[in-house]
Every structure is written in structure tokens, then in C-alpha cells.
């Protein structure tokens, strides 16, 4: 069984350039989580989407957004893009809510 | 605010010790305790999930303790190999579902 997909593995983009990144979660997955990881910190949670719909998201600016297509893919779009948006950002997956979430490779952004 | 913090941020040890990895919360209600595993550039993978019942649980050479009425969490591991350099990041699940992820301690295995 497939794991978890993301794309790109490496996005390389300058201030001001919008960015978009894509998930595609485990075969009946439902839920889909986007998170943060900026070098030598923890994770942070971003946006929850289940069953095409944003159910919550985390403390970022407007400017982080997304959404959930109808096969539960995602994406994970990021405007005016700012130095410190460079991190690694991680998708996961769960079948429906509060259920173990499986991670994805991630994908690196770097923003110069 | 639901915290969660690990101890201590980054360690050495060399190959074939052993170690323990520290991991205390706020968090309440509190639903159940995730010990994840990340490789440098990689995504989480899940080791061990404690709940509120559990005391201990095994996961080969990791061994994960759980005492709820302190809140205090520990990731064992033992005869270390060249494999487990990593990042290892405690993450506590709440009643309500959020997780409130620890900003992780990197263990590095040196030769």
C-alpha cells in the first residue's frame, strides 16, 4: 500500500512568489493535515482538511491557505511568500478525525 | 495552553549505549502519547502510542514509559545503532483531538 505522497520534494522560490505544494494521502484516507517545520523547531500544525472541507487550522496568516480536492488529495498554497516561510513542510493523513496520522516525505521550500 | 517539552534538546552517545529521552505535559484532557521517530529530511514515523492505561510498551529496542499523574513521558533506547540518529519527537493528543506536537531532541549515534 502506498504511503503518504508529496510533491515537489524540493520547491526553490524568491520573496513575493506564491508557492504550491501537493499532497496526495494513504488510499482511504479522508483526512488530510499540513504542518510546518522550520529548521531546528518543532512542528506546527497549519491547516485540517476532512471531506473537502477546512475543519481547522493553526496560528499562520491568511495567506497560508488550501484546500481538499473530492479524491482527498490537497494542496497547500502559500502567497507572498516571506524568507521565513523557508521550512519543510510536512502532510499527513488519518482515516477520519483523531485517528493515527501517517506522514509524507515532505516537501523542502526555500525561500531566497 | 497545552505544552509539551523535551529533554534535552540534542545528545551523543556512542554505538551499541543506551539512552533516555524525557518528555513532559499540560496537556488536559489528555487522550493518548505518541513517541515519533524523524529522519533528517523526512517525514515522522510513528514508534510507540501510549494511553492513559499504559505504563510501558516496546517497540524492539525502544521502550516507551508513561506516567499520567505526573504527566511525564520517557523513550528508552537501547544498544543504540548507527540508525536511530534522529530526531525523536513526543506528541500528546488531547480530548478534543489536537495534537500539541514537543519541538523534538536529536539524537546523534557516533561510531
Known amino acids: 500500500e502506498a504511503g503518504v505522497t508529496q510533491s515537489p520534494t524540493h520547491l526553490i522560490k524568491t520573496r513575493g512568489q506564491q508557492a504550491t505544494l501537493r499532497c496526495s494521502p494513504i488510499?482511504?484516507?479522508?483526512?488530510v493535515y499540513w504542518y510546518q517545520q522550520a529548521l531546528g523547531l518543532g512542528l506546527q500544525f497549519l491547516l485540517w482538511?476532512?471531506?473537502?472541507?477546512?475543519?481547522n487550522r493553526g496560528n499562520f496568516p491568511p495567506r497560508f491557505s488550501g484546500r481538499q480536492f473530492p479524491n482527498y488529495s490537497s494542496e497547500l498554497n502559500v502567497n507572498a511568500l516571506e524568507l521565513e516561510d523557508s521550512a519543510l513542510y510536512l502532510c499527513?493523513?488519518?482515516?477520519?478525525?483523531?485517528?493515527?496520522?501517517?506522514f509524507g516525505p515532505g516537501t523542502r521550500l526555500t525561500v531566497l | 495552553k497545552n505544552q509539551v517539552e523535551q529533554s534535552p534538546q540534542s545528545l551523543i552517545i556512542l554505538e551499541g549505549k543506551n539512552c533516555t529521552l524525557q518528555?513532559?505535559?499540560?496537556?488536559?484532557?489528555?487522550?493518548?502519547l505518541r513517541w515519533y521517530k524523524q529522519d533528517t529530511g523526512r517525514g515522522p514515523v510513528s514508534l510507540t502510542i501510549?494511553?492513559?492505561?499504559?505504563n510501558t510498551k516496546s517497540n524492539g529496542r525502544y521502550t516507551a514509559t508513561l506516567d499520567a499523574d505526573t504527566k511525564q513521558s520517557s523513550l528508552h533506547i537501547t544498544a543504540s545503532q548507527l540508525s536511530d540518529s534522529a530526531s525523536y519527537i513526543c506528541?500528546?493528543?488531547?480530548?478534543?483531538?489536537?495534537?500539541?506536537f514537543g519541538a523534538g531532541t536529536t539524537v546523534t549515534v557516533r561510531a
Open positions: 482538511y476532512d471531506e473537502g472541507e477546512e475543519r
Open positions: 501510549m494511553t492513559f492505561s499504559e
Open positions: 506528541v500528546v493528543k488531547g480530548g478534543d483531538y489536537k495534537l500539541s
Open positions: 499527513a493523513s488519518s482515516h477520519g478525525r483523531g485517528n493515527e496520522q501517517f
Open positions: 518528555c513532559n505535559y499540560t496537556v488536559s484532557p489528555f487522550s493518548n
Open positions: 488510499s482511504g484516507h479522508t483526512s
